[in-house]
């Protein structure tokens, strides 16, 4: 959710980067006993990997390799044999999209470099020779590959173009791994591309049990869900290292119906003093109105709820917005089901309605008041339609 609240604010990104440890990088062979293989060390695995990840962020994100970067998230996840690969999305500037097959070229390469050639069968390779970059009928890029009869021979194989994964040059020079960097073509790949680098850990269910046949099995007090947890990964995990990060933050904006917000208080805490605790009124919501009324750059801006975190930064102490000095964030209505009624029918009109200054004023339509949120949302519907 807090992927797509970056791609609603700045686009669908612009490029997908898979980066793969090498475990033969001089950095992890330099530390190893000479009776040592790399299997071995996990330790040396998960360090270099990370240091090699930062490495890369700092690429996109500061040196701008492709350009003026406005947003990216990353998740690192483990190979079944142990080995990490890091998966990135980065969105371009206005400035900097990818819109003509020649910038595609400018950035990505499926040809033959002038060494060695990653290819794998699985992902239907060898692919189809194509003379130019264009875009895809299934969403997907199809880059040059141009039949140019050149060869190496790799496992005894001799590979052409057709059996090239999509690469950049200088990422592939650098880092000396498997890092596959493709264009985001299509607004319809976006879905799958976050599903996929966030879908978590492999999990599956079994049960151990002997060898008695007749033995009667409850399976519901049987099975078992698990994970497998390589030792790459527990380093990983050990050292604190991040999992996934994204820039830049999303912060959550609390919803609420009137007087139906949370209220957190210690467990021998006297009812009437929470009752009567002048802050327990105040939440990001009821400020939001509040400012709409009373600040002059609120009022100036006139921003929608989800808007308001970019320019207004929320004090948890003294329960307050004010004004934002520094750093980019996105907002985001925490997600409400459309079986919670009125709560549900708010969140539509707080997404659709500037400078609301009460909740009252969210439930008056072009002048007209009506009761209930879900009446003005289906008013404010037919008015758009």
């Known amino acids: 959710m807090d992927a797509i609240a970056l791609v609603k604010r700045f686009g669908k990104p612009d490029l997908f980067i898979t980066m793969t440890c090498n475990p033969t990088w001089p ?23 990370r240091a090699k990840v930062e ?30 690969n890091a998966h990135f999305l980065i ?24 060494r060695g050639v990653h290819g794998s069968a699985k992902f239907n390779y060898p692919k189809k020779f194509a003379e130019h970059t264009s875009k895809g009928s299934d969403s997907y890029s199809i880059y040059k590959r141009r039949n140019t009869g050149e060869v190496v021979k790799v496992r ?31 607004i319809k790949v976006v879905k799958y591309l976050y599903k996929y680098i966030c879908k978590g850990h ?65 467990g021998n ?25 009373t600040n002059k750059d609120s009022i100036k801006l006139n921003l929608l709820y989800k808007e308001f975190p970019e320019y207004f930064v929320w004090s948890t102490t003294d329960k307050t917005w004010t004004w934002r000095q520094q750093r980019c964030t996105v907002g985001r209505i925490v997600t409400c089901h459309p079986t919670e009624g009125e709560r549900y029918y708010l969140r539509l009109i707080l ?24 009446e003005s949302a289906e008013k404010k519907r037919t008015i758009t339609l």
């Open 55 to 84: 490495e890369l962020k700092t690429d996109i994100s500061k040196r701008n390799i492709f350009g003026k970067v406005v947003a990216y998230m990353y998740t690192v996840e483990f190979q079944k044999r142990g080995l990490p």
């Open 269 to 293: 805490t006297d009812t009437n003093t929470i009752i009567n605790y002048p802050m327990i009124n105040k939440t990001m919501l009821t400020e939001f109105f509040q400012m709409n009324r």
């Open 27 to 49: 950095e992890i062979k330099e530390h190893l006993w000479t009776t040592d293989e790399e299997q071995n060390r996990p330790d040396l695995i998960s360090r270099v990997f």
């Open 156 to 186: 005894e194989q001799y590979l052409d173009n057709s059996w090239v994964v999509p690469y950049n040059p200088f990422l592939l020079g650098k880092f000396n791994c498997h890092i596959n960097v493709e264009v985001c073509s299509d």
């Open 351 to 374: 997404l659709n309605v500037r400078g609301p200054k009460s909740y009252k004023d969210l439930r008056t339509i072009n002048g007209e008041h009506y009761n209930t949120f879900r």
């Open 202 to 266: 492999d999990k599956i269910a079994f049960y151990v049990h002997d060898n008695e046949s007749h033995k009667e099995i409850d399976e519901i007090k049987e099975y078992q869900s698990a994970r497998w947890v390589s030792p790459p990964e527990a380093i990983w995990h050990l050292f604190s290292f991040s999992i996934s990060e994204m820039y830049p933050s999303v912060y959550h904006l609390q919803l609420h119906l009137k007087g139906q917000q949370f209220v957190s208080f210690k």
């Open 91 to 114: 969105i371009l500037a206005n400035g900097y999209k990818l819109l003509t097959s020649e910038a595609y070229d400018g950035i990505i390469s499926a040809e033959l470099p002038d």
